[in-house]
């Protein structure tokens, strides 16, 4: 099997041989380590992208906007992902974007997961009948099965989800009340050893 760091150096140099600057290799190779860190195949579909990449023409994307409808081609999820890394602190008050006809969206994935921790949000992204859940870069939660993912998506919608607790805050006072319990009653005998000056004085 093979490390992370062996996908990272690999991810990187092969980036750099199909024409990006060791910059954006340097971010695409953080992105496959991501990727099959998470369980997806980030390897595989680098692998498909970057034998079409300079057989057909795809989209850079500079400016990132609400609603995202350009020609007949296709964005180009590294050029997305890096613009949207470096967007993203302007992009999260748009709370909903909207993305038409993404190449290899799966690429993209890590970039929002990224974002997702910079900004201290959970980002949801959708992609036709699959979600997924972008949580701070620690983990991404989806209900995409492991069928081959799509090589084009026509439709993708990213939301920003606000920070809210799971539980109610009832719950939390039942909780808090039983935490009570181990909490240590004052004495005199814990006033006279608590921190300060003593009773004595050894100068």
């Known amino acids: 099997m093979k490390?992370?760091?062996?996908?990272?150096?690999?991810?990187?140099?092969?980036?750099?041989a199909v024409g990006f600057s060791w910059g954006i290799a340097e971010e695409i190779a953080k992105?496959?380590?991501l990727l099959e860190l998470f369980g997806f195949s980030g390897i595989k579909n680098l692998n498909q992208y970057y034998k079409y990449i300079n057989k057909k023409d795809f989209k850079n994307l500079k400016i990132i906007n609400k609603?995202?409808?350009?020609?007949?081609?296709?964005?180009?999820?590294?050029?997305?992902?890096v613009n949207f890394l470096d967007q993203i602190k302007t992009l999260q008050s748009l709370k909903k974007i909207t993305f038409y006809k993404i190449a290899y969206p799966i690429l993209f994935l890590p970039f929002l997961s990224r974002s997702s921790d910079i900004i201290g949000k959970r980002i949801l992204f959708k992609v036709e009948k699959n979600t997924f859940l972008l949580n701070f870069n620690i983990n991404i939660l989806s209900n995409f099965s492991k069928k081959e993912f799509p090589s084009i998506i026509k439709k993708a919608e990213i939301s920003f989800l606000e920070n809210k607790d799971s539980f109610t805050e009832k719950e939390w006072k039942n909780l808090y009340k039983l935490s009570e319990n181990t909490f240590v009653e004052e004495t005199e005998s814990l006033k006279q050893g608590a921190a300060g000056a003593g009773l004595t004085d050894n100068d």
Do not use: D, Y
């Open 31 to 33: 992105s496959i380590r």
């Open 3 to 16: 490390s992370l760091s062996e996908i990272e150096t690999i991810s990187k140099r092969a980036s750099r």
């Open 67 to 81: 609603n995202n409808k350009l020609n007949k081609l296709s964005l180009c999820p590294i050029n997305l992902g």
